[in-house]
């Protein structure tokens, strides 16, 4: 399972930088939403994927009775998931209103700030 | 329970939740902005009292013991950014009476500022890699929202730089952290320490320790990494410009500071090489670009990026007194580049522009104006008695004593380049006869009241400096305490896991 996922983190990534490479903003933002989740993915793999139970402890134990999952990359990932959707939900924004504003979705036409 | 060590995150988290409570009110949204960041100081003061005192603080956030919950850390480092953070926050809040717009402040610029100096003071004081990550993100959001307050033209194209080159450092920071934890199965700081040393693989270590050095390098704008930079600052209003001059790119530092002491300092020879190269090419592409610009902002943004190698070099050499250097050369550096930003402002205010072309004439008709622009300016480049001074005669004496002579003298070179476009600052701001005839039309639409309230955080800031360059001692020997706990992090991981090296206290 995980050499596939690896693949799979790899292909994502390089979508993301391939997309992230485009002069269109529309499509730097879609590489920035794949570029997230494989992020996202690649924390959750990273731990190694171990089939287990959930990491609760039965009344009366000190431990849990069988093999359990490693909860914190799921902990990571819920967290990095809701950050990555606020900050790609500003950057949807921003990419609009930056073209209300511009009126161009061409990167290589914003070099006003340029040096 | 070292309560203390909370309120740094705690009050601006308060004061923006209570100032969004007054939405609509603009008066209590200032009152709180001050009373807020005022509060900010004096706890951060206190905390560096603690600190220097007592050694370092540890709070277990929830009683959960060390390697499993999250561990608020404060040692010299974390406690004297805090104080920092504390100062700027206090000076832009006075500073923003006077010159932040009524739209800005209906969309929440308050809220946000609190919100920003939370996440600042969060990334100083947490002792947990992936809360690291999250006070990271705290910040970059509530500077992607301040940086487009306004929606102007140019704030639009520098906004879609920043933020696509912040986030991609964000995702290259979240893969290394996840790696990490695949590695070592733990997320404390301390913790990491202690497990990476005795481990064999050390490749993955390596690959590891550049990933993070590329993630904070973005954040901190070094050498390859810093366009966005130039390209972003100087087109929020003057108050914001100021904010992220003093702090944003010196928490990059600063977790360059604390990861590379802390966690990747087993094999020290081969990241600090590729740091040392990046310090010196830092310098010098920095104070070049500032070189070919003529417009006020654009010129101190170009050298925060060259003043960014001088405390990277600090880190990158590794001796004591280097170190030392290092942080004694944020610490000026924060102080100074706020001031400088604040001052622009003040020009633009009398003159309205930011163009060297359209100013002038300011030395006649306000003098105590050029002088508070000199004595940053100065203290920038390097010039005694003020405090960058002490700064660059520290780390180049470190430099010496190393015997990195090349980046030595880069470091040298660009002290005089720095004097240089200070000085093509004040001959075309200040000493120049003034362009046109309406500067008269323009000094009378500012009101005294406004003036004051703008002047007032930079003679603050000013005297900061004085006070640092006359009197260098009590920080001098701040910095060097906090470079003996930097380079000794057994003091750090025995204070957050206890003794015997695991558990909490």
Known sequence: MEPLLAVAIGILFAAAIYMMLRRSIVKLVIGLMLLSNAANLLIFVSAGLTRGGPPLVPQGLDAPPAAVADPLPQALVLTAIVIAFGVLSFAVVLVRRAWEIVRADDLDRMRDTDT | MNLQLALPILIPLLAGAVSLLFWRSRLMQRMIAVAGTGLLLVASVWLLASVSRGG????????????????????????????????????VALYSLATTGRGHEAYGYFPLMHLLLAGVAGAFLTGDIFNLYVWFEVMLVA??????????????????????????????????????????????????????????????????????????????????????????????????SALFAGLLTKVGVYALFRVFTLIFHHSPGYTHEILLWGAGLTMLSGVLGAAAQFEFRRILSFHIVSQIGYMILGLALFTPLAILGGVFYIAHHILVKTNLFLVSGIVHRLQGSYRLKRLGGLYRSHPWLAVLFLIPALSLAGMPPLSGFFAKFIVIRAGIEAEAYGVTAIALLVGLLTLYSMIKIWSEVFWKTAPDGDEADAQAAVGQRELWLMSLPAVGLALCTLLIGLNAGPLYALAEASAGELLAP?????????????GGP
Do not use: C
Request: proline share 5%; aromatic share 10%.
């Open chain 2, 56 to 91: 370092i603080l540890v709070l277990q956030v929830g009683n959960w013991p060390a390697p499993f919950g999250i561990s608020l850390v404060a040692d010299l480092l974390g406690a004297i950014m805090v104080v920092l953070t504390g100062i700027i926050g206090f000076a």
């Open chain 2, 143 to 240: 500077s992607f929202a301040l940086l487009i307050l306004g929606s102007e033209k140019a704030q639009m194209e520098g906004a879609i730089k920043y933020v696509t080159l912040n986030l991609l450092s964000s995702v290259i920071f979240l893969v290394a952290v996840g790696l990490l934890y695949g590695m070592v199965g733990t997320l404390n700081m301390a913790d990491i320490a202690r497990r990476l040393a005795s481990l064999e693989d050390t490749g993955m270590v390596d690959v590891l320790a550049m990933m993070f050095m590329v993630a904070f390098g973005i954040k901190a704008a070094a050498f390859p990494l810093f366009f966005w930079l130039p390209a972003s600052y100087h087109t929020p209003p003057v108050a914001v």
């Open chain 2, 490 to 502: 057994e003091r750090y991981i025995e204070a957050v896991l206890g003794p015997r090296g695991e």
